[in-house]
């Protein structure tokens, strides 16, 4: 019944090495977003897909980038992590751009770990 | 930038306590707010308020927003254990159209 689903739920990856975090969903939504949570901190948006659209925030770093090879599924890629990239990543869809009144629909999160 | 402040960051309380919980926001172009829990895994979705004074209730949770003062409270009657979560406060400008989040509040709820 999981409408929008993150693997893995544990990532541990080693400092410097590129790590591929995965979305997908079963919503049809057009809108795809990556946050990312560090402890005791808000989620922050990197970034989101408006179907094709690529939206990069501002002070996202170079070293995530992100595909959306279909509607139903978009990567995180990291491209040599940090030990400060370590958090939960969320990702979450939406419709539309905007929110219905039910929200962004989130996944579980991926929890990433860097040794 | 927008920005979302809550209040507190941390609360302990005893079940069957009343708490309330603050979200106030600088936003351009404000278009609405919404409350989300957050236990290990995802946020899950509360409220969403748009329109001031008009409060929201879904069983011991409500919600009302003030335009006004640029806040918000998330009140939960009669505590439980289950209750114990970090509750979100998101804002949405109308314009970019994507929820910029707060710091959360951290409720512990003990038996």
């Known amino acids: 019944d999981a409408m929008v689903i993150q693997n893995p739920r544990y990532q541990v990856t080693q400092f410097g090495k590129p790590v591929t975090l995965s979305c997908s969903q079963t919503l049809n939504h057009n809108v795809m977003y990556w946050y990312q949570q560090k402890s005791s901190q808000a989620p922050k948006l990197l970034f989101h897909y408006y179907d094709k659209d690529f939206n990069n925030e501002a002070d996202t770093p170079d070293n995530f980038q992100s595909r959306r090879p279909n509607t139903s599924f978009c990567f995180l890629d990291i491209r040599s992590p940090g030990l400060g990239d370590a958090a939960m990543y969320l990702c979450a869809t939406s419709r539309e751009l905007g929110v219905s009144n039910y929200g962004y629909t989130f996944g579980s999160g991926t929890r990433l770990t860097v040794v | 930038e927008d920005k979302v402040v809550q209040s507190p960051l941390s609360l302990v309380v005893h079940e069957g306590d009343t708490v309330t919980l603050n979200c106030s926001y600088e936003?351009?172009?404000?278009?609405?707010l919404l409350w989300y829990k957050q236990e290990k895994k995802a946020p899950t979705f509360l409220f969403m308020l748009?329109?001031?004074?008009i409060e929201k209730k879904s069983g011991r949770l409500s919600s009302i927003l003030d335009k006004k003062e640029l806040s918000s409270i998330l009140n939960i009657t009669a505590t439980q254990t289950g209750d114990s979560a970090i509750y979100l406060c998101a804002v949405m400008n109308s314009g970019y159209s994507t929820l910029t989040f707060g710091k959360g509040t951290m409720l512990l709820v003990s038996p």
């Open positions: 936003v351009t172009n404000f278009r609405s």
């Open positions: 748009t329109s001031s004074g």
